[in-house]
């Protein structure tokens, strides 16, 4: 079955920088648009950044844009997220998915596959 299991997350100084990652298992990785989305506690998950499968194409949420950057590695389905100049409101559990749709990556109902997410904590 698909399966994707994020890792890399942790507790990181305002200003600072993470990079998380999301090994997936299961499907065809290239065949797959992946995106990272998150959810502070109280709010709703919301999209921060996406990249087609062949990894040609990245989008990201205006909150992020400039600071984090997805990535992918065909060679070892993984997709990352590198996240630079942290700040509090970036706390949140974030977590990876999967979409066999090749637009619209930034819409939460195109994903089919999730997993189970990965607590970042900024502090001030």
């Given amino acids: 079955q698909v399966k994707l299991v994020e890792s890399g997350g942790g507790l990181v100084q305002d200003g600072g920088s993470l990079r998380v990652s999301c ?9 797959y648009g992946m995106g990272w989305f998150r959810q502070a506690p109280g709010k709703e998950r919301e999209f921060v ?3 087609t499968g062949s990894g040609g194409q990245t989008y990201y949420a205006d909150s992020v844009k ?15 997220l590198q ?3 942290l700040k509090p409101e970036d706390t ?11 637009r619209y990556l930034g819409d939460q109902g195109k994903y089919g596959y999730w997993g189970q997410g990965a607590q970042v904590t900024v502090s001030s």
Avoid: E, Q, W
Wanted: glycine residues 4%; charged residues 10%.
């Fill in 92 to 102: 949140a559990v974030y977590y990876c998915a999967a979409s066999a749709y090749t």
């Fill in 23 to 31: 090994a997936a298992s299961g499907l065809t990785f290239p065949a």
């Fill in 49 to 51: 950044a996406a990249i």
């Fill in 66 to 80: 400039g600071r984090f950057t997805v990535s992918r590695d065909n060679a070892k389905n993984t997709v990352y």
């Fill in 83 to 85: 996240m630079n100049s």
